[in-house]
């Protein structure tokens, strides 16, 4: 899920599908990631329901787990690790006085020693995978920005390597990418379809693997992800403008395509665009967002609708400000930003005060 309170339509979608695999007899793992977790909570999230129903060979990771999962062509054995952030730890008193970056030390100590643990109970002659929602310090991120920036708990990769492992599946970052290609394979499958304007040049798709003892291979295959299509155009001085803003729409669209149209006009030109007229034209797309930028006519302020109140929430200021700036960019980048706030208020938890 997008978020840890879906909307009870993409529940009952996604409660469909995993009835479909029950019923085929084929065992589904769910990993609990960051989106499906209430905030400092260790309990809750948004896969809790289906724990509820015992849904026949599903199989929910909310929990570093080490189990054995029965398929058609044999056992697997599988360790997993949910998303893991630091605020179970900060719980705890003996850690109160660390400061953010060693309670990040400390978790990727625990997470380790987790894992060999894990390791030494594996069974040697049965296929064994890993997976779990986590950055490791060689992924890159999503666009074309080369690493992950603002706050994130980063693993080292090597924490995976161990000659009982054959597959290390890893989610988190949206991009597919090979971590490491010798046994154990390290692999994002990254998001099944683009989800914003910064991955509109990426290949989108799943990864298939044949998993056997010894001698794993995987592959990737696209899934021929929906375009993201922006147009751009400035339509000062124009005497059509409406005309002139289909016509570059109807150059660019594709049916199914997400459209986001930027066009430039005077303060005083506004009312001459028919907005309607132009999502006619872009009736095929899934989805269309206009966005004008007017040029005023006289000084004054950018941005009205960042009030007093709006500001007095960052998150929420940043939202409104990046739909003017940064559409195509907003959910990565208030991701990013959530991730400093935390990071800020743990420092400002531990010690009452942020070091400059």
């Known amino acids: 899920y997008k978020t840890a309170n879906p909307q009870p339509i993409y529940q009952k979608m996604f409660a469909r599908e995993l009835n479909r695999l029950s019923r085929a007899g084929i065992p589904t793992v769910l990993v609990v990631g960051n989106h499906d977790q209430i905030l400092k909570s260790t309990q809750s999230h948004s896969l809790s329901v289906f724990q509820s129903l015992e ?6 990771i909310d929990q570093p787990t080490s189990c054995r999962i029965m398929t058609a062509k044999g056992p697997v054995q599988l360790i997993g690790l949910p998303h893991i952030t630091r605020n179970n730890l900060m719980t705890l008193e003996k850690y ?6 060693q309670i990040d030390s400390v978790l990727v100590s625990h997470v380790d020693q987790l894992l060999q643990g894990f390791y030494q109970d594996l069974d040697p002659a049965v296929p064994t995978v890993v997976t779990a929602h986590m950055s490791v310090d060689r992924a890159v991120a999503g666009i074309e920005e080369e690493l992950l920036v603002g706050y994130t708990l980063t693993f080292p990769t090597d924490i995976f390597v161990h000659p009982s492992i054959d597959y290390v599946a890893l989610g988190h970052i949206h991009k597919y990418q090979v971590i490491r290609e010798e046994k154990p394979a390290i692999v994002y499958a990254g998001s099944l379809d683009r989800v914003d304007f910064g991955e509109a040049k990426e290949d989108k798709g799943f990864v298939h693997v044949k998993l056997e003892r010894g001698s794993t291979s995987f592959e990737f295959h696209s899934v021929d992800p929906r375009p993201f299509i922006m147009v751009e155009i400035d339509l000062r001085e124009k005497t059509e403008p409406t005309k002139l803003l ?3 729409v109807a150059k660019k669209v594709i049916p199914g395509c997400v459209l986001r149209v930027r066009y430039k006009i005077e303060q005083e030109n506004i009312q001459s665009v028919d907005e309607k007229d132009v ?11 206009l966005q004008a930028e007017v040029i005023p006519s006289r000084s004054r302020a950018r941005m009205p609708q960042l ?3 709006s500001v007095l929430s960052p998150i929420s200021a940043l939202d409104t400000y990046l739909d003017e700036v940064a559409p195509e960019n907003k959910e990565r980048l208030l991701e990013r930003a959530r991730e400093v706030i935390s990071k800020v208020s743990a420092e400002l938890h531990e010690g009452g005060s942020v070091d400059s």
């Open 55 to 60: 849904v026949p060979g599903l199989t929910i």
């Open 96 to 101: 109160r006085e660390l400061s953010a970056g």
């Open 246 to 248: 289909r016509e570059a």
């Open 279 to 289: 999502l006619l034209e872009a009736s095929q797309c899934l989805s269309v967002r």
């Open 307 to 309: 009030t007093e109140s």
